[in-house]
């Protein structure tokens, strides 16, 4: 969080062996510490100065951060205790959340949705239905005089690539240009619209994964577009992205 922004958020699962409880939070403290240490010595670095909190709701890994030395606990490496000083110079306050009102439950545990709703809010997060207003109907991405087009229908997604500049062979990703879609992603059909330089309209359909039929050539040169069928499988992941870059 930058003030209340959610920036970022991610869990990660705990590497180390622990023999308590106390001993795993105390890991998780040290991690999601160091951390943010690091995130806070990159934003010196583009002139930002930024403090760090970390909230905790664990109160046996809390007591360990705020003592001396290892006391009773056993099993604890001693260089992991240099999160102790840094408690003590405030350089990294430590302060106690109650447990349900810790967001970080909403990584970590099975929540139900007032609860999710609840951590959500605390981050500036909020549940939408639909897609947003902001967002083009219409991906386009540049690319010498043509460019691609993604045209998303509710499930039905439709990839097309407009042909500005004139070409004499039909068109297949090759994997050299920028195409927003993996070609493992499109289905084998392929449909070719245009009108060739001569001035005659016409309208191909083919399977461009054919041996010898991806770059088949028409004979005269055409301009026009490109459609391709997005598999089911790619389909969740490519709205997704489109209407982030939205």
Request: aromatic residues 6%.
């Amino acid at each position: 969080m930058v003030g209340k922004h959610c920036i970022k958020a991610w869990s990660k699962t705990q590497s180390i062996i622990a023999k308590s409880s106390a001993e795993s939070e105390l890991y998780g403290v040290i991690k999601g510490s160091s951390e943010a240490l690091g995130l806070a010595t990159m934003t010196r670095d583009f002139g930002q100065d930024m403090s760090v909190q970390v909230h905790v709701d664990a109160t046996a890994a809390m007591g360990i951060v705020e003592r001396r030395g290892i006391s009773r606990v056993r099993h604890i490496e001693v260089d992991n205790l240099w999160i102790q000083e840094l408690e003590a110079r405030r350089m990294l306050p430590v302060e106690k959340v109650p447990g349900g009102e810790n967001p970080a439950d909403l990584m970590t545990k099975n929540v139900n949705i007032e609860l999710a709703q609840k951590h959500m809010k605390t981050m500036g997060i909020r549940f939408e239905e639909g897609r947003t207003k902001a967002a083009a109907k219409l991906h386009h991405m540049e690319e010498k005089g043509s460019c691609w087009k993604i045209d998303v229908e509710g499930n039905q997604i439709s990839v097309v690539k407009e042909h500005g500049e004139p070409r004499r062979k039909l068109y297949a990703p090759s994997g050299e240009d920028e195409y927003p879609v993996h070609s493992r992603d499109l289905e084998a059909t392929r449909v070719t619209r245009g009108t060739t330089v001569s001035g005659k309209d016409f309208e191909i359909e083919d399977n461009w994964k054919r041996p010898g039929r991806s770059d088949r050539s028409l004979g005269e040169e055409w301009t026009g577009r490109t459609y391709f069928t997005i598999k089911p499988s790619a389909r969740d992941r490519l709205k997704a992205v489109t209407a982030k870059e939205g």
